[in-house]
């Protein structure tokens, strides 16, 4: 079955140090990740997705077919980058399976 | 529209009730997604449409849950018999075709349930 976990519910970090949201799926077909993001207050929205390879506010997600990861990085961590994270499947060009998110606060 | 519409925003009901959620999706967008958000759960995936079909109906939690879509555009989810179980953001979202196979997608502001 189609599957995706992100082992942390919460993260902190301080502003200025690197950090790693991970995402790990299962799924036997050819994967299409997404990361959407939910700042306070605001509506979930599209961060970026594995096939454009772009970075996005200085965030970057590698998809590692490997180890089927696609863990999201930013090398130097912003206190607006605190929101709610959350990694997205996408199945058989049909459905998104989300993973159950990662809170990311960022520290001053 | 500019983007997906949901209403209402707020709904407060008495345990027993019916509710009746409603989403507009951008105008166009041929799929449209509820999901469901709970405090702490994240996001469970409650329904799919593909124009007014319903290829996949597998997460709707249980009978009293049903939705609908007409015109390939307003979908409605209906709670029958609401229970407090079913308290949580209800959030729609909608994709189209024109922005490639892996059309992302745009989600509205979300109905937030609260059953008493």
């Known amino acids: 079955a189609q599957r995706v976990t992100q082992p942390e519910k919460l993260l902190s970090v301080f502003k200025g140090a690197p950090v790693e949201l991970k995402c790990n799926y299962s799924y036997s077909g050819s994967p299409e990740l997404f990361w959407y993001v939910q700042y306070s207050r605001q509506r979930l929205q599209l961060l970026l997705r594995?096939?454009s390879r772009e970075s996005i506010k200085g965030f970057t997600a590698d998809l590692n077919k490997g180890e089927t990861s696609f863990h999201l990085k930013k090398p130097f961590a912003q206190e607006e980058d605190s929101a709610m994270y959350y990694c997205?499947?996408?199945?058989?060009?049909?459905?998104?399976?989300f993973g159950p998110g990662t809170r990311l606060s960022v520290l001053p | 529209g500019a983007g997906v519409s949901q209403s209402p925003s707020n709904k407060v009901t008495e345990k027993g009730k019916d509710v009746e959620l409603r989403c507009d999706p951008i105008s166009g967008h041929t799929a449209l997604y509820w999901y469901r958000q709970s405090l702490g759960q994240g996001l469970e995936f409650l329904i799919y449409?593909?124009?007014?079909?319903?290829?996949?109906k597998s997460g709707l939690p249980s009978d009293r849950f049903s939705a609908e879509r007409t015109g390939g555009s307003v979908s409605t989810l209906t709670i029958q018999r609401t229970q407090q179980e079913d308290s949580a953001v209800y959030l729609c979202?909608?994709?189209?075709?024109?922005?490639?196979?892996?059309?992302?997608?745009?989600f509205g502001n979300g109905t937030r349930l609260t059953v008493t």
């Open positions: 979202a909608s994709s189209g075709t024109g922005e490639g196979y892996n059309s992302p997608l745009h």
């Open positions: 997205a499947l996408l199945v058989y060009g049909q459905n998104f399976v």
């Open positions: 594995h096939i």
């Open positions: 449409f593909q124009g007014n079909s319903a290829p996949d």
